[in-house]
């Protein structure tokens, strides 16, 4: 059956492309990882290449997930049309990886995709595509905004007229003007905010265009419009809503928060952020002079063990030096998953010098977590993906990885596969310092489990993080 795929491929890339010999082969060769991609996804995977033309995509490869596919056939063979998927023609055109992109399926389903490039040598020779379908999802946000806008105006005022005791105790200010432009409705916040304002009178029966603290007009204002809006004034700094009404009688309520204290905290935070992120900077600063010395260390050593083992702990250091980075460069102490593995995996490839052609694929949802959660994390992936490199590829000269990162209901996974020799169990040393971060940083600070499957074909291991764990804010500059 494979040969039968291997084959399919070549023929079309022959046909339908101007992809060399060796091309072809990596493209067949990167194909036959999109199935564990699908399953692990849940989601339809693709690998397009580039038609003779600049406009044309054709579709080489496609797996489907079990009882979930969007499709009612294997659509390999057939064109990527670039009015229905601009993102692929772009992604050819700029190389730059394409998250979230809407097009449209061959069979007219609404769908977001994924958009990763394959390169060989600075050249773009395909690319692999994540598909989910989205038709559902705007089905239901149509119909609730279409309920809300039906219904928002008539419960607005009506809550207004009836509930005086539940308006006058909100901490909003509201003002509601009639189709005239003229002031017929406000709370008792609405009256304490224009007396410190200097309205000694009452406002009520007021035009629009004496009482707006937004510098515009009644007349300007359209019923599309649900804008809010800052305003700095009086020494205080507003939040204002602008709601339309369509009842015959009402044309606009205007709702007002004094955020002034809110924006003190803000203030204050920001400079806290500074604080915080010069803390990390220094330490990125530190680590790498420990590298440094760790490098020189393994230069002037005869040993070959201890060059082994120091090499080994700068590209742990590494893994730390990656978290401080990125943090060093946040307001908060969050950072981006996907950047952190983009950062290791640098680090990583640049401590290998030998002349093998490793290529690593990253692809899946990103998110965010703090930063000592992500220190244990890259501990954890350094350690594999060293592994991969030490073992996975013994007595060849090629090989990819690729690492998926996905979101459960309950958990943020991410997997690491190699298609490399696989891994013989009884060779693992159960008591070396690697498993021993692997099993320990997963178990114990993670919280999370570590699934392995190894065969011929490669090994993948699968790393399961609850996800209250990766939301915790780290403590450790608070």
């Not at 005022?157 to 909100?170: C, M, S, T, Y």
């Not at 040993?303 to 250091?317: A, I, Y």
């Not at 995996?345 to 640049?350: A, D, T």
């Not at 993670?446 to 993948?460: A, C, D, P």
Request: hydrophobic share 35%; proline share 1%; glycine share 4%.
């Amino acid at each position: 059956m494979m040969l039968n795929i291997d084959q399919s491929i070549r023929e079309i890339c022959k046909r339908e492309t101007s992809l060399n010999e060796i091309e072809i082969d990596k493209i067949i060769e990167v194909s036959k990882s999109i199935q564990f991609m699908a399953d692990f996804y849940e989601s339809d995977v693709f690998v397009d290449v580039h038609g003779k033309k600049m406009s044309e995509a054709f579709v080489v490869a496609h797996s489907m997930p079990e009882n979930k596919s969007l499709y009612s056939e294997n659509i390999a063979g057939k064109p990527a049309l670039q009015e229905n998927e601009p993102g692929v023609i772009e992604v050819f055109r700029t190389g730059n990886l394409k998250r979230d992109i809407k097009a449209l399926t061959q069979e007219y389903k609404l769908v977001k995709q994924t958009i990763q490039p394959i390169n060989l040598e600075d050249k773009i020779i395909g690319v692999i595509i994540v598909e989910k379908d989205i038709s559902e999802d705007l089905k239901e946000d149509f119909s609730i905004m279409k309920s809300v806008k039906d219904t928002s105006s008539y419960n607005f005022i009506n809550l207004f007229k009836n509930n005086d005791f539940f308006i006058d105790n909100l901490n909003s200010s509201i003002l509601v003007f009639d189709e005239n432009g003229y002031l017929k409705l406000k709370n008792k916040n609405a009256e304490e905010l224009y007396r410190n304002l200097g309205f000694t009178d009452d406002i009520i029966d007021n035009h629009y265009d004496w009482l707006t603290l937004e510098n515009d007009e009644f007349e300007a204002f359209k019923y599309e419009d649900y804008e809010t809006k800052e305003v700095y004034i009086g020494d205080m700094y507003l939040s204002i809503k602008s709601i339309p009404i369509k009842d015959g009688v009402f044309k606009l309520a205007k709702v007002i928060q004094n955020v002034t204290e809110l924006k003190k905290k803000e203030a204050e935070l920001v400079l806290k952020s500074v604080a915080v992120k010069e803390a990390h900077h220094r330490v990125k600063n530190n680590l790498y002079t420990v590298i440094s010395l760790l490098r020189k260390q393994s230069r002037l050593s005869k040993n070959e063990e201890v060059k082994s083992c120091l090499d080994n702990t700068v590209n742990r250091v590494f893994a730390i030096l990656s978290t401080h980075y990125l943090l060093s460069k946040e307001v908060d102490n969050k950072i981006s998953i996907k950047d952190a593995i983009d950062l290791l995996i640098s680090n990583i490839q640049g401590g290998y010098s030998d002349n093998k052609d490793i290529n690593i694929y990253i692809s899946g949802d990103d998110f965010e977590i703090s930063g000592d959660k992500a220190t244990s994390l890259l501990l954890v992936m350094n350690e594999i993906i060293q592994n991969c490199f030490d073992h996975a590829f013994e007595g060849r000269d090629c090989g990819n990885i690729q690492i998926l990162i996905n979101q459960e209901e309950k958990f943020k996974n991410i997997a690491i596969a190699d298609d490399g020799i696989g891994l013989d169990e009884s060779k693992v040393n159960n008591d070396s310092l690697g498993t021993f971060i692997i099993e320990s940083y997963v178990q114990q600070v993670l919280k999370g489990e570590i699934v392995r499957q190894s065969n011929k074909n490669g090994t993948k291991v699968l790393i399961k993080i609850p996800k209250q764990i990766t939301n915790l804010q780290s403590s450790s500059f608070n």
